[in-house]
């Protein structure tokens, strides 16, 4: 391709909106515009990134076994009562009537219309397993749609579901899946990490998130660089850091007036952080319960909430009534059956259970306790891991210390198992027979979303670094006096013919602009490698090679340049 | 690919709603399945001829120097209303709003994003010209959808958008679309015509319709098989046959009590209907006009209104106060300017004003006047082109005579011209330094639409004929059991493995069944050319090659199945 041909389309402003550097790249590099609030048309640059992503997704799944078909972007509201989800989606499921006033929403997800043509079409084990997916538009009514595609409205999914006779052939193709997916990530050219997660809205048991890490990431991920192990924070398991030393110190009651953090009581205390606990009360129905976890960690409300069931903060006034005093100078009840607060549910961090020594509130106002020991100043407690995990606890695998990065979800599996199926009657024959729901599996990538994924992981202040497998072009060829210099133009035309026929996917950028100009867009759009022709490098025989991440430009015997690049995109 | 991995769904029953051919075959052959009134997904058969539809037709679009990109499905309501066409567009436009209670639309076409984009994005006529075009679910709500994807409510549409510094250069992509058109349906193996067209709801001067012809198709085209001339019938010119004989008869005024139709006058009088002439009144604001046409021709309305403006049918009561006669009687008044209805304007259509002798309505209930003749009996009329065309006319070219056939529209191009940059302000700056609406093209493709053409055109009673460029695949590879003759699966994996070689899309049935289904199930789906093993034909080192539309297979020497293959193929 040209670009006298091709529509650049790079700018140097960017709205103000733009709050993350992937949303203002894409704008400044000519990728996508805005058409409304998480709405964008992609220009021919971007919508070449989009291809080469669907490519690589299409090729992998195929070659999984999967079949693409295209399901309506406009779905009957029926099904999705019958699913249920009509009533428990939010505002997010777009919903409208036709001209006959009848019900229909926009696709968020497909499961409804694949489950009801599972149950017209695999009425059979012999059709199962049946895996299916397609590339599609989704939309999702966000109520405030930022950073660009990373949480627009409209966007691309790819969404596939596959059908099982029974739970330990879907555990089959969930790994199939697992493996499926870390082959397209690795073909995308992207740092990635495959997470267990919680399983969310979709419903289900089983589920592993793909995260393109990157720092501006939503997500927490602990993982453990000496393994394989790998979990969002919110679901990491959580271990003591070791087990618990002898006491040594004797309790005392010691005066903090107005200390009501933690952070305080050890500063003023002189000690570490990590000497103190911290204790959050609950109420579950009509029971007080009180979380103690260390003074430098945070309560998990989704570990708490799966141990404990629904529960809400308890107020003030429940606080006082359970421990006769006020929430900044409260802790663990001490002593016997008669002593304040001796009925009070006491669960404790796993971290928590394993120290001795500690300082925690005295259930007094203005007093901490310090030299705390469990089984000795009051009694052992429930221990469960009710903390996020954090860099340097054990890993749960047992293989190594975690560390946390941050991550962008671009893909997530899911066992579904028989949520969908059982809701809307959907059943094959066995083979001996009888009905049988479906297990179910779903499978999904952000398409339009890796885009931006990749962006925020490679990008510097010059603009895009795009991995080779989906930046817009493999090559650009910058001719420097293109207008001006026949040997120039004619040495350009025959490189650039020579990559066409190798197969490379190059951009020839024969503007009439100053070769600063030139540098700059081609750099702003992340092409991987640059050959410049120039009058001077001729007549040497040569043409400049750089690769958008190194430093300095270098010179290359012109035979050199195909075989050269040739080479660095193998 | 193996028919064992992938999804055969073919069906004996089809619901009754499916009124013509290719609805009942596409469900048949398993290519579609309904989800709800005009909304379909499409299976994994269906899918492949769409992409195969989808490829050839971005290759020549890209071949053309078209551009690609995409536009969103949901679009703000408000670039509807600066275009105007939020008001004048009907309930097929389908509207929503947002959970912000905005307004939206889902997409029939994207004249106005692409405008708004031209309005930012291509301000100097050094961008100029350019083309985009997108390939992209469309959604019409039709009131009632019907004849499955053919008159769909949502479907796929290839849709570009050129925009140009003058006509000049609007004619010149015009043309070059008109040629790319011809290039891709070409391509794709249908037989169809391009036709001048009336350009209908879009707006703008200048169009041509694609029609893919087949018996079944709503649209009726006048053609001249001795030149190029095409044009739908109702915009095709109506010539008359020749010059006006001169006068034989004198006139009479015969009684033809209860013959109000030219039909039955004919019968009465034991002449031609040709020899007829049928007046039918309208009302343009206050004037009574009377149209005057042949007794065996159609009044084509389209013209009418062209020429006259707006108009709508006389009543009973105006067409006796004009010619005091009852509708069924009345004709072109006779007679000097004193007569009964000697004010009222006559407009005969060509072929009235050629006739000499010609009967028509006395003017007088029970009575028709025969041997009249313009200029001697009644004044010479105003003489326009108010009929439709039939077969057996003049072609307009005046190089033979024109025939009728029916075709479906798969393709339209539009010279828009300034219709949406004036009614949007979308204007860039010339040379000169002068602000200029641009000259704008569109040019749209039934992507979907074409599958079900290509199948109204190509089926016999035993299912699909697929044209080879856009068959689900090309080759059928049929073993003879399969499941039971070591020979036949070794012979057939070995020539499947050939084929696909040599890049050959084939699909191997390796279903445990009778051939008879396995037969019958291929030549539904429309597979152009079939390979079967067997183990009689490979006892004699042979297989059986039968092509879709032949009527016996042939046997052919195994080591020339796939050099014959290449050769139908190429």
Same mark, same amino acid.
């Given at each position: 391709?040209?670009?006298?041909?091709?529509?650049?389309?790079?700018?140097?402003?960017?709205?103000?909106?733009?709050?993350?550097?992937?949303?203002?790249?894409?704008?400044?590099?000519? *990728?996508?515009?805005?058409?409304?609030?998480?709405?964008?048309?992609?220009?021919?640059?971007?919508?070449?990134?989009?291809? +080469?992503?669907?490519?690589?997704?299409?090729?992998?799944?195929?070659?999984?076994?999967?079949?693409?078909?295209?399901?309506?972007?406009?779905?009957?509201?029926?099904?999705?009562?019958?699913?249920? =989800?009509?009533?428990?989606?939010?505002?997010?499921?777009?919903?409208?009537?036709?001209?006959?006033?009848?019900?229909?929403?926009?696709?968020?997800?497909?499961?409804?219309?694949?489950?009801?043509?599972?149950?017209?079409?695999?009425?059979?084990?012999? =059709?199962?397993?049946?895996?299916?997916?397609?590339?599609?538009?989704?939309?999702?009514?966000?109520?405030?749609?930022?950073?660009?595609?990373?949480?627009?409205?409209?966007?691309?999914?790819?969404?596939?579901?596959?059908?099982?006779?029974?739970?330990?052939?879907?555990?089959?193709?969930?790994?199939?899946?697992? &493996?499926?997916?870390?082959?397209?990530?690795?073909?995308?050219? *992207?740092?990635?990490?495959?997470?267990?997660?919680?399983?969310?809205?979709?419903?289900?048991?089983?589920?592993?998130?793909?995260?393109?890490?990157?720092?501006?990431?939503?997500?927490?991920?602990?993982?453990?660089?000496?393994?394989?192990?790998?979990?969002? /924070?919110? #679901?990491?398991?959580?271990?003591?850091?070791?087990?618990?030393?002898?006491?040594?110190?004797?309790?005392?009651?010691?005066?903090?007036?107005?200390?009501? @953090?933690?952070?305080?009581?050890?500063?003023?205390?002189?000690?570490?952080?990590?000497?103190?606990?911290?204790?959050?009360?609950?109420?579950?129905?009509?029971?007080?319960?009180? #979380?103690?976890?260390?003074?430098?960690?945070?309560?998990?409300?989704? @570990?708490?909430?799966?141990?404990?069931?629904?529960?809400?903060?308890?107020?003030?006034?429940? $606080?006082?009534?359970?421990?006769?005093?006020?929430?900044?100078?409260?802790?663990?009840?001490?002593?016997?059956?008669?002593?304040?607060?001796? @009925?009070?549910? /006491?669960?404790?961090?796993?971290? /928590?259970?394993?120290?001795?020594?500690?300082?925690?509130?005295?259930?007094?106002?203005?007093?901490?306790?310090?030299?705390?020991?469990?089984?000795?100043?009051?009694?052992?407690?429930?221990?469960?891991?009710?903390?996020?995990?954090?860099?340097?606890?054990?890993?749960?695998?047992? @293989?190594?210390?975690?560390?946390?990065?941050?991550?962008?979800?671009?893909?997530? !599996?899911?066992?579904?198992?028989?949520?969908?199926?059982?809701?809307?009657?959907?059943?094959?024959?066995?083979?001996?027979?009888?009905?049988?729901?479906?297990?179910?599996?779903?499978?999904?990538?952000? %398409?339009?979303? /890796?885009?931006?994924?990749?962006?925020?992981?490679?990008?510097?202040?010059?603009?895009?670094?795009?991995?080779?497998?989906?930046?817009?072009?493999?090559?650009?060829?910058?001719? !420097?006096?293109?207008?001006?210099?026949?040997?120039?133009?004619?040495?350009?035309?025959?490189?650039?013919?020579? #990559?066409?026929?190798?197969? %490379?996917?190059?951009?020839?950028?024969?503007?009439?602009?100053?070769?600063? %100009?030139?540098?700059?867009?081609?750099?702003?759009?992340? $092409?991987?490698?640059?050959?410049? !022709?120039? &009058?001077?490098?001729?007549?040497?025989?040569?043409?400049?090679?750089?690769? =958008?991440?190194?430093?300095?430009?270098? &010179?290359?015997?012109?035979?050199?340049?195909?075989?050269?690049?040739? +080479? +660095?995109?193998?």
């Amino acid at each position: 391709m040209k670009t006298s041909k091709f529509f650049i389309a790079t700018q140097k402003e960017v709205p103000a909106e733009a709050e993350i550097v992937s949303h203002r790249l894409m704008l400044r590099a000519g *990728l996508i515009r805005r058409l409304s609030a998480g709405i964008y048309t992609w220009l021919p640059l971007g919508l070449r990134i989009v291809r +080469k992503v669907e490519r690589i997704v299409r090729e992998e799944m195929n070659r999984a076994g999967a079949l693409e078909l295209i399901m309506p972007v406009v779905q009957p509201g029926e099904l999705w009562q019958e699913s249920g =989800r009509w009533q428990a989606y939010g505002p997010e499921l777009l919903r409208f009537k036709d001209r006959h006033e009848r019900d229909f929403v926009m696709q968020p997800t497909s499961e409804e219309v694949i489950t009801d043509l599972a149950r017209s079409e695999l009425k059979s084990y012999r =059709r199962l397993p049946t895996h299916f997916y397609q590339i599609q538009t989704k939309f999702r009514d966000e109520r405030r749609p930022r950073f660009g595609i990373m949480r627009g409205r409209e966007f691309v999914m790819k969404d596939g579901y596959s059908f099982h006779a029974d739970y330990a052939d879907l555990e089959r193709e969930y790994r199939n899946m697992y &493996d499926t997916y870390t082959r397209i990530f690795t073909r995308l050219g *992207l740092e990635f990490r495959a997470v267990a997660a919680d399983t969310g809205a979709i419903g289900g048991t089983g589920s592993h998130e793909f995260h393109v890490l990157a720092e501006s990431g939503e997500d927490a991920i602990a993982f453990c660089p000496q393994s394989d192990y790998a979990a969002n /924070v919110e #679901l990491a398991e959580a271990l003591a850091p070791g087990a618990r030393p002898a006491a040594r110190e004797a309790m005392r009651k010691v005066a903090t007036p107005g200390k009501t @953090k933690c952070e305080a009581v050890a500063e003023l205390l002189g000690i570490a952080l990590q000497r103190t606990v911290k204790a959050v009360a609950l109420m579950h129905d009509r029971d007080f319960i009180l #979380l103690v976890v260390r003074g430098d960690h945070d309560l998990n409300e989704i @570990k708490a909430q799966k141990m404990i069931g629904s529960f809400r903060f308890a107020t003030e006034a429940e $606080i006082r009534e359970h421990l006769h005093s006020p929430a900044g100078y409260i802790g663990p009840p001490m002593g016997g059956s008669g002593a304040v607060g001796a @009925k009070v549910r /006491v669960i404790a961090d796993r971290t /928590v259970a394993a120290m001795a020594d500690f300082v925690c509130g005295a259930n007094d106002e203005g007093y901490h306790l310090t030299g705390v020991n469990w089984g000795r100043d009051l009694p052992e407690p429930q221990v469960e891991d009710i903390r996020n995990a954090v860099a340097g606890d054990p890993s749960p695998d047992g @293989k190594g210390t975690l560390e946390i990065v941050r991550g962008i979800e671009v893909g997530h !599996i899911f066992q579904l198992r028989t949520k969908y199926s059982e809701a809307m009657g959907a059943r094959f024959l066995d083979a001996a027979g009888a009905e049988k729901p479906f297990e179910m599996g779903c499978y999904g990538i952000g %398409v339009t979303r /890796v885009v931006a994924a990749a962006i925020e992981q490679n990008h510097d202040e010059r603009g895009v670094m795009f991995p080779a497998p989906i930046a817009p072009f493999e090559v650009a060829l910058v001719p !420097i006096g293109y207008h001006k210099s026949e040997a120039v133009r004619s040495a350009a035309a025959k490189l650039y013919g020579q #990559l066409l026929e190798a197969g %490379v996917d190059v951009l020839m950028d024969d503007r009439d602009e100053r070769p600063g %100009v030139l540098f700059a867009d081609m750099d702003l759009i992340g $092409i991987p490698h640059r050959i410049v !022709i120039s &009058d001077r490098a001729l007549a040497a025989g040569k043409a400049e090679y750089k690769g =958008r991440r190194d430093e300095k430009p270098a &010179d290359l015997p012109l035979d050199e340049v195909i075989p050269t690049l040739l +080479k +660095k995109l193998a």
